[in-house]
């Protein structure tokens, strides 16, 4: 009797492992969306992460945790991916959103927004419109022209430039 007890025990904490491990599992799940009407310039409002990847076509891809895909709102606009929160007022955490993209030729950050590279751009030539509290590091091999307000710092290095909001004196 005791012996068969100890296995119902052992049972349930293996069910209750496997569920959670379940549960991790598809909190990492992404769901990708693919646009092939090319895009070349990117509008990112809100709490949002933004992470540029050197796409090898026209065609660009979207790709964010499956959990957080029905808190975004995707629109493109002629040439211009909009990105941005459903509710701006519900959204505590920041959301990462990855886009491959081939020949990104415009960018812009509005409130909290943040856009970094994974690796370099291989643009040519990148616009980059910073407002409110948006921040960007990118890595390009090309030129960037960075349209910020008087309150911002523009740093570059290299071929990887910065831009943060800095409070006036």
Request: hydrophobic content about 40%.
């Amino acid at each position: 009797m005791k012996q068969k007890f100890i296995l119902f025990i052992a049972s349930i904490l293996m069910m209750q492992l496997a569920y959670g491990q379940e549960k991790k599992n598809q909190s990492n799940l992404y769901e990708t969306l693919y646009a092939d009407n090319g895009i070349s310039e990117i509008s990112i409002q809100g709490n949002i992460d933004l992470v540029l990847i050197q796409g090898s076509q026209d065609d660009v891809s979207i790709k964010v945790k499956e959990n957080t895909f029905p808190q975004l709102t995707l629109k493109i606009d002629g040439e211009t991916l909009i990105i941005s929160p459903r509710n701006v007022n519900a959204i505590q955490e920041r959301i990462i959103v990855y886009v491959t993209i081939n020949e990104l030729r415009r960018l812009t950050l509005m409130e909290d927004a943040f856009a970094t590279t994974r690796g370099k751009l291989s643009t040519k030539y990148l616009q980059v419109t910073i407002l409110d509290n948006a921040k960007m590091q990118l890595g390009t091999k090309g030129r960037v022209i960075v349209d910020t307000p008087d309150n911002y710092q523009v740093l570059k290095e290299s071929q990887y430039v910065s831009a943060q909001a800095i409070k006036k004196s």
